[in-house]
């Protein structure tokens, strides 16, 4: 039988230690654990009462039976105001302070006359209240003698028809009869509304309180709170511009009081927001509020791309347009281009579908003699807006093209068989090609200049995109001229310049895409060369100040305040082609974008409506020309081209080999490797099948000569 031995004390002498190993014994405590002491119940009931009272339903259900009770007693101040104003002359008193505090003393001369004559209006209807009673009574008698004695004549007639003298009476009891129906209804209801009455007072005093939000603004739901959603009122563009940060703005309408209101005009919808003009208080100038947009924004709660302000021709005014909160974060719908397989473009007469403005009107752009701008930072959209407004005027087929794309990436691609000359890459080889494209343009366009007066030329788009890569060119050529810079002998600026001074007249036109715009990579003189300056969003006001000009700015132009990557495609522009509000400088468009996919589709359209256009590919250099082989080509797949069009592509290919070419030089070449022109239709063309077989001839008497 074995023990068990229970030890009621630990074993406080120390284990023999043994060399190797370590072993830990735990001995569970034999003494039982004493219970938790039990939670009061009224510490219990304190958590559950606090739980209760801080709970955010709880909260909720409190704000809201104070912000009904609250709408009450703000309907009722409302409603007393009214009142007040519309029995004594505080309205007229108001406006009168109002526009004392504005600056205005015509108008406060025309409210104190218009009060004067409301106080003699108010006096003579108080005297004409001491002969009321009598002229009432009077009256009163008058009417009742008459209408009784009607009646009885009424009567009279009756008794005749029917001969008999009791219808005398008749009307007279029915009228008396009538007025005790009126009696007896009035005696029913007469209880049930003095019951209701008060209930209905206090729901038509809830409703103007309601309305009107007239409640604090911790009570507001919490929509309201945050300013999601809130609706842009008088009281509240006031307010902001009371907590502006203007003294003199502030203190003048601390003295208009209630009357600050009459500093708006009338708020109008416009778009996806609301636009309002605000007329400034004398001592406030328009700078003070336009240096302070992103305040007034938060005043409105709206963020700061959600506000804009510019300057209507009116004086001392600033124009506000108040997006509603979140509508410019919505996409805008896709572009006509894409939607409409059918559409064509008139380069003199039609406008380019290029966005919306911030109204959401459709913001079109003409394009008919004007040289185009576009700049802003990298990788917001300016190749897209630059590319829709080209992929519009493909659409005409008597426009051509001549594209250099000094970035490379594909972006123009879909121009290869619609432009005449297709440049892309963002090598130094790649900007002498273009300079000489540009150079080319002017060439063409002083032969233009050159040609009878009235002669209606064809237009010719230069596009340059990445055009601050020619700009910043280091390379000179073979005279010692360099190619980029902003000095008369860079070759670049001054091809530009020439075009931009005299090229409009014959349409021959630059359009220049180029970003993060400097003095440098972009020369001060090429940019106010341009018609039509637009800007997506930019770094600094100076960089605003390039882009569109000293006079947009200061009218309210911004893109620096535009938000980088959230903004994308969004442009501020300064042109004539487009519809400007009376008074601004400019407009801000959010363009369509159109991808490179759908981008080549509405390119496909644009060649369906040619002949076919041979697209030269100028990316190899040399010093020695070979012209047959240029000439070759130049032709491309097209079978016979007019002599004048080689020479001009000629020209685009290389100006400084072909530029001075004449249609002797042409022929003298041609005759040479036995492909002279020939007539067709009575003009002067150059066969390809007879320069392939003359290239063909002497390649092979080449190579019989090697052996």
């Known amino acids: 039988m074995t023990e068990n031995v229970v030890h009621l004390h630990k074993n406080t002498t120390p284990a023999p230690r043994e060399a190797a190993v370590t072993t830990l014994t735990v001995v569970p405590d034999p003494t039982p654990a004493a219970p938790a002491s039990p939670v009061p119940l009224w510490v219990r009931s304190g958590r559950a009462i606090r739980t209760a009272v801080t709970h955010e339903n709880t909260k909720t259900a409190a704000r809201?039976?104070?912000?009904?009770?609250?709408?009450?007693?703000?309907?009722?101040?409302?409603?007393?105001?009214?009142?007040?104003?519309?029995?004594?002359?505080?309205?007229?008193?108001?406006?009168?302070?109002?526009?004392?505090?504005?600056?205005?003393?015509?108008?406060?001369?025309?409210?104190?006359?218009?009060?004067?004559?409301?106080?003699?209006?108010?006096?003579?209807?108080?005297?004409?209240?001491?002969?009321?009673?009598?002229?009432?009574?009077?009256?009163?008698?008058?009417?009742?003698?008459?209408?009784?004695?009607?009646?009885?004549?009424?009567?009279?007639?009756?008794?005749?028809?029917?001969?008999?003298?009791?219808?005398?009476?008749?009307?007279?009891?029915?009228?008396?009869?009538?007025?005790?129906?009126?009696?007896?209804?009035?005696?029913?209801?007469?209880?049930?509304?003095?019951?209701?009455?008060?209930?209905?007072?206090?729901?038509?005093?809830?409703?103007?309180?309601?309305?009107?939000?007239?409640?604090?603004?911790?009570?507001?739901?919490?929509?309201?709170?945050?300013?999601?959603?809130?609706?842009?009122?008088?009281?509240?563009?006031?307010?902001?511009?009371?907590?502006?940060?203007?003294?003199?703005?502030?203190?003048?309408?601390?003295?208009?009081?209630?009357?600050?209101?009459?500093?708006?005009?009338?708020?109008?919808?416009?778009?996806?927001g609301v636009e309002v003009d605000v007329t400034l208080p004398s001592g406030v100038s328009t700078v003070e509020v336009q240096n302070r947009r992103r305040k007034l924004a938060e005043n409105l709660t709206r963020h700061e791309h959600e506000v804009f302000i510019t300057i209507p021709q009116a004086a001392r005014t600033v124009r506000l347009w108040i997006a509603d909160s979140g509508a410019l974060d919505e996409p805008i719908g896709p572009s006509p281009l894409v939607t409409d397989e059918t559409m064509t473009a008139d380069y003199a007469k039609g406008r380019a579908p290029w966005g919306q403005d911030l109204r959401g009107d459709a913001a079109s752009l003409s394009l008919y003699q004007r040289h185009l701008l576009i700049t802003g930072l990298s990788n917001q959209g300016k190749t897209a807006a630059l590319r829709a407004l080209a992929l519009w005027l493909a659409l005409d087929k008597s426009v051509e093209f001549r594209v250099a794309d000094l970035k490379g990436a594909g972006d123009w691609a879909m121009f290869d068989g619609l432009a005449t000359v297709l440049i892309q890459g963002p090598t130094d080889d790649h900007v002498i090609e273009?300079?000489?494209?540009?150079?080319?343009?002017?060439?063409?366009?002083?032969?233009?200049?050159?040609?009878?007066?009235?002669?209606?030329?064809?237009?010719?788009?230069?596009?340059?995109?990445?055009?601050?890569?020619?700009?910043?060119?280091?390379?000179?050529?073979?005279?010692?001229?360099?190619?980029?810079?902003?000095?008369?002998?860079?070759?670049?600026?001054?091809?530009?310049?020439?075009?931009?001074?005299?090229?409009?007249?014959?349409?021959?036109?630059?359009?220049?895409?180029?970003?993060?715009?400097?003095?440098?990579?972009?020369?001060?003189?090429?940019?106010?060369?341009?018609?039509?300056?637009?800007?997506?969003?930019?770094?600094?006001?100076?960089?605003?100040?390039?882009?569109?000009?000293?006079?947009?700015?200061?009218?309210?132009?911004?893109?620096?305040?535009?938000?980088?990557?959230?903004?994308?495609?969004?442009?501020?522009?300064?042109?004539?082609?487009?519809?400007?509000?009376?008074?601004?400088?400019?407009?801000?468009?959010?363009?369509?974008?159109?991808?490179?996919?759908?981008?080549?589709?509405?390119?496909?359209?644009?060649?369906?409506?040619?002949?076919?256009?041979?697209?030269?590919?100028?990316?190899?250099?040399?010093?020695?020309?070979?012209?047959?082989?240029?000439?070759?080509?130049?032709?491309?797949?097209?079978?016979?081209?007019l002599t004048a069009d080689v020479l001009k592509r000629l020209t685009a290919l290389n100006a400084d080999a072909y530029g001075d070419w004449t249609p002797g030089d042409l022929k003298r070449v041609l005759e040479a490797a036995g492909a002279e022109p020939y007539k067709s239709d009575g003009r002067m063309v150059v066969g390809r099948d007879r320069v392939l077989r003359a290239l063909a001839n002497r390649d092979t008497e080449g190579s019989a000569s090697a052996d």
């Open 434 to 641: 273009a300079t000489e494209m540009v150079e080319g343009g002017v060439y063409e366009m002083e032969r233009r200049l050159q040609a009878p007066p009235g002669t209606v030329f064809p237009p010719l788009i230069l596009l340059v995109d990445e055009a601050q890569v020619a700009f910043m060119c280091p390379l000179v050529d073979a005279d010692k001229r360099p190619y980029g810079g902003s000095k008369a002998t860079s070759r670049y600026f001054m091809a530009a310049r020439k075009i931009h001074n005299q090229g409009r007249a014959v349409n021959v036109l630059l359009w220049q895409g180029t970003q993060d715009p400097t003095d440098q990579n972009l020369p001060k003189l090429v940019r106010e060369g341009a018609h039509t300056r637009a800007s997506l969003a930019l770094g600094t006001e100076s960089q605003a100040r390039m882009a569109l000009g000293d006079k947009a700015v200061d009218g309210g132009a911004a893109p620096n305040l535009l938000r980088p990557g959230l903004d994308k495609g969004t442009v501020v522009v300064a042109s004539d082609g487009i519809a400007i509000p009376a008074g601004q400088s400019s407009i801000t468009v959010r363009t369509h974008y159109i991808d490179t996919d759908t981008a080549t589709e509405v390119a496909e359209r644009a060649k369906r409506l040619r002949d076919g256009v041979t697209t030269l590919h100028v990316i190899e250099r040399g010093e020695d020309r070979d012209p047959l082989a240029d000439i070759a080509g130049v032709l491309g797949t097209t079978a016979r081209v």
């Open 64 to 272: 809201a039976a104070a912000r009904h009770s609250l709408y009450v007693a703000g309907g009722a101040r409302i409603v007393a105001k009214r009142t007040w104003d519309g029995r004594t002359a505080a309205r007229y008193e108001r406006m009168l302070r109002a526009a004392e505090a504005a600056g205005n003393f015509e108008a406060a001369a025309e409210w104190e006359e218009r009060g004067q004559r409301y106080r003699e209006a108010r006096h003579r209807r108080r005297m004409d209240l001491l002969h009321s009673p009598l002229d009432a009574a009077k009256g009163a008698a008058v009417s009742a003698g008459m209408g009784i004695g009607g009646l009885v004549v009424l009567g009279i007639v009756m008794a005749v028809a029917t001969k008999d003298a009791s219808e005398v009476v008749t009307p007279l009891m029915a009228v008396i009869r009538f007025i005790n129906l009126m009696i007896t209804i009035v005696q029913v209801v007469w209880g049930p509304a003095i019951a209701i009455g008060p209930f209905l007072a206090l729901l038509a005093l809830w409703s103007v309180g309601a309305h009107q939000k007239a409640a604090p603004q911790w009570a507001l739901p919490a929509a309201v709170r945050n300013g999601d959603g809130e609706p842009i009122t008088p009281s509240i563009v006031v307010k902001a511009l009371r907590d502006l940060g203007v003294p003199a703005l502030r203190n003048a309408i601390k003295e208009m009081g209630d009357a600050g209101a009459s500093m708006l005009g009338p708020i109008r919808i416009a778009g996806c």
